[in-house]
């Protein structure tokens, strides 16, 4: 019962942030060098513990109903493949020698905010650099590219942080 209403949570959280992405931030011309992406939230808050292939499959999916609505050829979902392929590493990285002791995903309650922020911004770069030298395809395009990446992550690590406090849950005091 339980992981069905996982899943349930998982698809309608994801399909409100794909309609905010879309309806709103799609939509704020801040810039040719500032396009703030918040959908991969949906795969960085994904369990700890979950398969690599499932991960690859779910952010897959996940990208696909997001180039749907955003009318992409399939780069959202190029893009959030690779981002679920390097989390496990990253999260290897970063994670402490006894591991985690209560969190089975990112929490940014319970891993602290310094953790958080490290975690997401390497992964929110690494995604958005994928997506924008997909969508532009050229290396004489390089710098143009790693500046959209850099301020882009700022702003999209930003708003991503500010949701993981939003809908985190408050830690239970003993």
């Known amino acids: 019962m339980r992981i069905g209403i996982n899943i349930i949570f998982y698809a309608l959280g994801y399909l409100g942030l794909v309609m905010f992405q879309v309806l709103v931030l799609n939509r704020l011309n801040l810039s ?3 396009n703030p992406y918040i959908y991969p939230f949906f795969v960085l808050m ?25 009318n992409t050829a399939s780069i959202h979902a190029a893009a959030l ?13 970063i994670t402490p020698k006894g591991g985690y002791e209560t969190e089975e995903r990112p929490n940014i309650r319970g891993l602290g905010f310094s ?23 050229s290396v004489t395009s390089l710098f143009s590219t790693l500046g959209k990446t850099l301020l882009s992550t700022i702003i999209s690590t930003i708003l991503i942080v500010l949701l993981a406090y939003l809908f985190s849950r408050e830690k239970k005091r003993a």
């Open 32 to 34: 040719f060098y500032i």
């Open 46 to 70: 994904l369990p700890f513990r979950m398969p690599a292939w499932l991960l690859m499959v779910i952010a897959f999916f996940a990208g696909l109903v997001l180039d749907v609505f955003a």
């Open 81 to 93: 493949v690779f981002l679920a392929f390097v989390r496990p590493y990253w999260i290897n990285l």
């Open 115 to 137: 953790w958080f922020a490290l975690y997401t911004f390497a992964l929110v770069f690494l995604h958005h650099f994928f997506y924008f030298f997909l969508e532009i395809f």
